[in-house]
């Protein structure tokens, strides 16, 4: 068959590239020294950033919430597969927002790809005249988000408020909505979204935040990137993911409470979906009081106290370690080739470490992407920078 030829072609080209992505099958619990492919290794690729993956205490959640609720939602949210302890998670969710967002309300999702598409498209069916003002290192959903809307979607640079500001002065749209990864998941920094928000404010639009990776981290109380940067605004609509630092599935958008009904009647991804199994909501109430209470807080110091642990052991000298305070700590290596050597290398000392290559980021920004765990140990860190370093020197005297 012909198609299946080119398709093969496709694959080949790929490979010769460096470009074809392979799974690693883990024979593990997602803990940081799995066995994978039949071998120990010391892992630094999860977004299991506070540990609680595998935690028994929601582990033994998710078992009470299948004795209570079984293991189907049995239909979507809309025909009957809204559960008593969905709601209680909407209600609980919406309170990690309630200092940041007036009139909060949140509508939980089975992943934060649909949330992002959802609300999205969504929003976009709202009007007319709507208009999408996208940062240029958005996630995939959010681009597949404003894909699916179908309304004009105009991108600015990396961190560029003022570039912004002269879209947002140009937009004569009547709904205005600026999108934006809090923390960037391939580069670990933060955006800056005080100034941000205050441009939402002047010009009318609103600000959606996509804090996967800063939900459960951010903030005193883990409350995510509003609490960190201590946000409070109406244009805000907040996006936070469950599957992370919360350890289990899903995500949760939060808003006023008006724009929260609107994504129940026009979320085309929350509305033809099956809901997601109550028991996921049920471990999930347990993972939101960890994250709030003291194991929590001391799991977020122990972050910190890695992350401080690998810069400072890390000795680069042409390889670039970005500047990040998140548990996303990557080195930037450059060409597609050096970088998968040097996780090839990473994994024949033991340590897994993904090597992220185009087109998940530019073209010559291939990266070792490192990140870390409350679970880590501060000495596995130590040698993981160890590791890097003698790796680094090593190509160095081998080009
Ligand atoms: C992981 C991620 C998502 C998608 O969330 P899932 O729950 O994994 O579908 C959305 N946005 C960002 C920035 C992410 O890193």
């Keep these: 068959m012909k198609a299946l030829e080119s398709l093969r072609r496709r694959l080949a080209q790929l490979d010769e590239q460096g470009l074809r992505r392979v ?7 997602c803990i940081v020294q799995p066995t994978v492919d039949g071998r120990p290794l010391h892992a630094f690729c999860s977004n299991d950033y506070l540990g609680l993956a595998n935690d028994p205490r929601i582990a033994r959640a998710l078992h009470e919430g299948v004795e209570l609720f079984g293991t189907g939602s049995g239909a979507s949210h809309l025909i009957s597969g809204h559960y008593r302890v969905h709601q209680r998670l909407e209600e609980r969710l919406a309170s990690f927002v309630a200092d940041h967002v007036p009139q909060a309300q949140a509508l939980y999702f089975s992943t934060g790809y649909m949330a992002n598409v959802g609300v999205l498209a969504g929003l976009a069916a709202l009007d007319d005249s709507v208009e999408i003002f996208s940062e240029q290192l ?13 309304v004009p979607a105009r991108v600015y640079a990396h961190c560029d408020v003022q570039a912004l500001d002269a879209l947002l002065t140009a937009s004569k749209a009547n709904i205005k909505i600026v999108v934006t990864d809090s923390v960037f998941s391939m580069d670990g920094n933060l955006a800056p979204l005080p100034r941000i928000l205050a441009l939402c404010e002047r010009h009318g639009a609103w600000l959606l935040v996509d804090d996967a990776h800063g939900f459960g981290l951010l903030g005193r109380q883990g409350h995510g990137a509003l609490e960190h940067f201590g946000l409070r605004s109406e244009h805000l609509i907040y996006m936070g993911t469950l599957g992370k630092a919360a350890g289990v599935a899903g995500a949760f958008v939060a808003a006023d409470a008006s724009l929260i009904d ?5 979320a085309r991804s929350y509305v033809f979906s099956t809901a997601s199994p109550p028991a996921l909501a049920h471990a999930l109430l347990t993972s939101l009081d960890i994250i709030e209470g003291p194991d929590g807080m001391a799991r977020r110091e122990r972050l910190q106290s890695l992350i401080s642990t690998l810069s400072q052991g890390l000795r680069l000298r042409r390889w670039q370690r970005l500047e990040s305070s998140t548990a996303i700590q990557p080195i930037v290596v450059g060409g597609n080739e050096p970088a998968m050597a040097a996780a090839r290398a990473l994994h024949e000392l033991g340590y897994w470490v993904p090597a992220i290559r185009p087109p998940t980021v530019p ?14 140990d501060p000495a596995q ?9 003698r790796i680094e020197h090593s190509q160095e005297a081998e080009a």
């Design 23 to 29: 799974r690693r099958t883990s024979d593990s619990p």
């Design 262 to 266: 609107w994504l129940v009647q026009r």
């Design 381 to 389: 860190v130590a040698h993981l920078a160890e590791a890097v370093n």
């Design 138 to 150: 958005n996630h995939a959903s959010l681009i597949d988000g404003m894909r699916l809307a179908r």
């Design 363 to 376: 073209a010559g920004t291939a990266r070792l992407r490192i990140t870390l765990s409350a679970n880590h």
